[in-house]
Every structure is written in structure tokens, then in C-alpha cells.
């Protein structure tokens, strides 16, 4: 369960801008950094982020739901307080729960001692 961490080797420091403008200008022109594709929306890899079917039969044709860097920060965020609400609910649940188990505990024993001090009551009188 605890386990010790590895020993990683230090991180190298961040290239200087002129280290990066150097890098850039000694590339060649079929490096994999010239040939990532521009149209590439990271949006679109995530299905059913909008959360309706008609965004996932948009996504389906291949038409863009999402039309500007504004809008899909709007969904993202929109996105991430749900899952926070949807995290608060969960933990709100989870105490609940352990309430619930508390009373099901002392209901338990309370019947337990009804059921004792009943067998006492009724022992005598045989």
C-alpha cells in the first residue's frame, strides 16, 4: 500500500527562447513538428460533451458543434461545475449513508433490549 517512491533523475531546465528559435530553424521540413494537422480540434475526439443527441449526430456527419475557442470554454466549464455538483452530491450521499447506518445500529439495539426486558417480563409469570 505504501510504497517508496522512485528516484527520478532531476528535470532538465527549460530551453531559453533562443535555444527553442535554434531548434525550430535546424529542423527540417518533414519533422513531425511541421506535421501536426491545424484543423485539429481537440473538441471533437470527446463525444457527447454537449450532452444531447442531436451534438453526437453533428459529431457523427462531421460538422463542428462547437464554432469558437469562447464556446467550447463555455461547455468545458459548464462541464466541470456539473462534475463538482455531481462530486458535492456524492459525498452529501455518502454521509447520509452513514447516518442512516447510525440509526439502523441504535434501532437494532434498542429493539434488542425491548426484546430482553419483554423475555424478563414475561419470565416471572411462567
Given at each position: 500500500?505504501?510504497?517508496?517512491?522512485?528516484?527520478?533523475?532531476?528535470?532538465?531546465?527549460?530551453?531559453?527562447?533562443?535555444?527553442?528559435?535554434?531548434?525550430?530553424?535546424?529542423?527540417?521540413?518533414?519533422?513531425?513538428?511541421?506535421?501536426?494537422e491545424?484543423e485539429?480540434?481537440?473538441?471533437?475526439?470527446?463525444?457527447?460533451?454537449?450532452?444531447t443527441?442531436?451534438?453526437?449526430?453533428?459529431?457523427?456527419?462531421?460538422?463542428?458543434?462547437?464554432?469558437?475557442?469562447?464556446?467550447?470554454?463555455?461547455?468545458?466549464?459548464s462541464?466541470?461545475?456539473?462534475?463538482?455538483?455531481?462530486?458535492?452530491?456524492?459525498?452529501t450521499?455518502?454521509?447520509?449513508?452513514?447516518?442512516?447506518?447510525?440509526?439502523?445500529?441504535?434501532?437494532?439495539?434498542?429493539?434488542?433490549?425491548?426484546?430482553?426486558?419483554?423475555?424478563?417480563?414475561?419470565?416471572?409469570?411462567?
Amino acid at each position: 500500500m505504501f510504497q517508496r517512491k522512485a528516484n527520478l533523475p532531476t528535470r532538465p531546465s527549460i530551453p531559453s527562447k533562443e535555444e527553442i528559435l535554434e531548434d525550430l530553424s535546424s529542423a527540417n521540413l518533414d519533422d513531425v513538428v511541421f506535421k501536426i494537422e491545424t484543423e485539429t480540434n481537440f473538441i471533437d475526439d470527446n463525444e457527447g460533451l454537449n450532452g444531447t443527441k442531436e451534438s453526437d449526430d453533428n459529431h457523427q456527419k462531421g460538422s463542428n458543434p462547437i464554432e469558437s475557442p469562447d464556446q467550447a470554454y463555455e461547455k468545458i466549464s459548464s462541464f466541470v461545475d456539473k462534475m463538482n455538483n455531481l462530486e458535492e452530491r456524492l459525498l452529501t450521499l455518502k454521509r447520509e449513508k452513514e447516518s442512516l447506518s447510525k440509526l439502523e445500529e441504535s434501532l437494532i439495539a434498542d429493539m434488542s433490549k425491548i426484546q430482553k426486558e419483554l423475555l424478563k417480563k414475561q419470565s416471572p409469570s411462567t
